[in-house]
């Protein structure tokens, strides 16, 4: 199986700074990456698919990079909406696997 | 608009049966693959089942394989998880999610709001 990590486990940050959070994978996977958003009691949100496109109606402070192994969700600008638990997934096989989550708090 | 709203959820004691459903709409329901991912408390989300736009192909975790049935209705645009012998290890939010158009591989694109399982004596 594909085992996803995530880095850093926790951030700490206030409105307007510019987040970055990893996603390595234990083997290739090309592009085929998503991230998602997920807030206590809310539907998750997908926000990026393979790696770096924006999914419609995602605004455009967030993007994403990377390929094969390791991946990137940059945030380039946090509102106060933005704070909330990130999830990269694999989805280039079938045993689709997500990192373990990144908490995005207020600083 | 897509809707995904699941039901079913509760409190059942290990070792019995629960069976999820989730109800779709504002979108062909034969189209796309749907899946099913879980959260347990205080902890990530975990993939448990796909099933193909034709019905024709499932895929499970290795964590439920076995003991988890994915199924769907067309007629009723309806995905159930039929789940038996419950473990404790199995409480969680169950969200049900839907793929790409045609493709079980690609992301989720709409997901619901989720159920609660708890299995507990």
């Known amino acids: 199986d594909i085992q996803m990590t995530q880095s850093p486990s926790t951030l700490s940050a206030s409105v307007g700074d510019r987040v970055t959070i990893t996603c390595r994978a234990s083997q290739s996977i090309s592009t085929w990456l998503a991230w998602y958003q997920l807030k206590p009691g809310k539907a998750p949100k997908l926000l990026i698919y393979k790696a770096s496109t924006l999914e419609s109606g995602v605004p455009s402070r967030f993007s994403g990079s990377g390929s094969g192994t390791e991946f990137t969700l940059t945030i380039s600008s946090l509102q106060p909406d933005d704070f909330a638990t990130y999830y990269c997934q694999q989805y280039d096989t079938y045993l689709f696997t997500f990192g373990p989550g990144t908490k995005v708090d207020i600083k | 608009q897509v809707q995904l709203v699941e039901s079913g959820g509760g409190v059942v004691q290990p070792g019995r049966s629960l069976r999820l459903s989730c109800a779709a709409s504002?979108?062909?329901?034969?189209?796309?693959?749907l899946h099913w991912v879980r959260q347990a408390p205080g902890t990530g989300l975990e993939w448990v089942a796909t099933?193909?736009?034709?019905?024709?192909?499932?895929y499970y975790a290795d964590s439920v394989k076995g003991r988890v049935t994915i199924s769907g209705d067309k007629s009723k645009s309806t995905l159930s998880l039929q789940m038996n012998s419950l473990r404790v290890e199995d409480t969680a939010v169950y969200y049900c999610?839907?793929?790409?158009?045609?493709?079980?591989?690609?992301?989720?694109?709409?997901w619901g709001q989720g159920t609660l399982v708890t299995v507990s004596s």
């Open positions: 999610a839907r793929g790409p158009p045609l493709n079980p591989l690609g992301p989720f694109d709409y």
């Open positions: 504002g979108f062909a329901f034969s189209l796309y693959p």
């Open positions: 099933i193909s736009d034709d019905g024709s192909k499932q």
